[in-house]
């Protein structure tokens, strides 16, 4: 069955760059039908999506945050990507990695990392 | 950015009532050349990821129960449980994909009275 599990750093320092990874399995990231997307959640908040990537190469990052936001594709792994740059503590959260499929909306996702951005 | 707002922000309801839980976008998520909304709700647990309920504002995900159920069209959107049960305490969020930024409501706390 389709699963994805988010794995990085749980602390991160302010102005460093936030680096998570999601290990696909279940599917290829190459299967033309899904794009991947990574979701933020702060504490006791509501949901924000970061950004999306084809294994093309389409990408599409949220203007909220796109000057700061890479994500990327490792088709060999089977593993997506996000790098957060200059990070404060408002980027505090637990960062969800999604498949979307082609209704649309979010259907597998990962039961989340939880970083910290704290001196 | 389409902005999506839920109402109300919590609701309480007995057991094997009806939850009902509204969602309005600042504009249309009325796809042109299919006729279908761009929205979909999620059910989130304490601990855990959201899970897809219903997508094309009104397809049941695969394996949901019948008693959630969406409807509305355009700019308003409705999340219906029939027959509320004590596993459906939960906070609902509404999502509309019509558009990036892709953008959530605020969620809706669904608690037992």
């Known amino acids: 069955q389709v699963q994805l599990q988010e794995s990085g750093p749980g602390l991160v320092k302010p102005s460093e760059t936030l680096s998570l990874t999601c290990t696909v399995s279940?599917?290829?990231?190459?299967?033309?039908?899904?794009?991947w997307s990574w979701v933020r959640q702060p504490p006791g908040k509501g949901l924000e999506w970061i950004a999306f990537i084809h294994y093309s190469g389409n990408t599409n990052q949220n203007p909220s945050l796109e000057s700061r936001v890479t994500i990327s594709v490792d088709t060999s792994r089977n593993q997506i990507s996000l790098r957060l740059s200059s990070v404060t503590a408002a980027d505090t959260g637990v960062y969800y990695c999604?498949?979307?499929?082609?209704?649309?909306?979010?259907?597998?996702w990962g039961q989340g990392s939880l970083v910290t951005v704290s001196s | 950015d389409i902005v999506m707002t839920q109402s109300p922000d919590s609701l309480a309801v007995s057991l094997g009532e009806r939850a009902t839980i509204n969602c309005k976008s600042s504009q249309s998520v009325l796809h042109n050349s299919n006729k279908k909304n761009y929205l979909a709700w999620y059910q989130q647990k304490p601990g855990q990821p959201p899970k897809l309920l219903i997508y094309?504002?009104?397809f049941r995900e695969s394996g949901v129960p019948d008693r959630f159920s969406g409807s509305g069209s355009g700019t308003d959107f409705t999340l219906t449980i029939s027959r509320l049960q004590a596993a459906d305490v939960a906070v609902y969020y509404c999502q509309q994909y019509i558009d990036t930024p892709w953008t959530f409501g605020q969620g809706t706390r669904v608690e037992i009275k």
């Open positions: 094309w504002a009104s």
């Open positions: 999604a498949r979307n499929p082609p209704p649309g909306g979010f259907d597998y």
């Open positions: 279940g599917v290829s990231v190459t299967n033309p039908s899904y794009y």
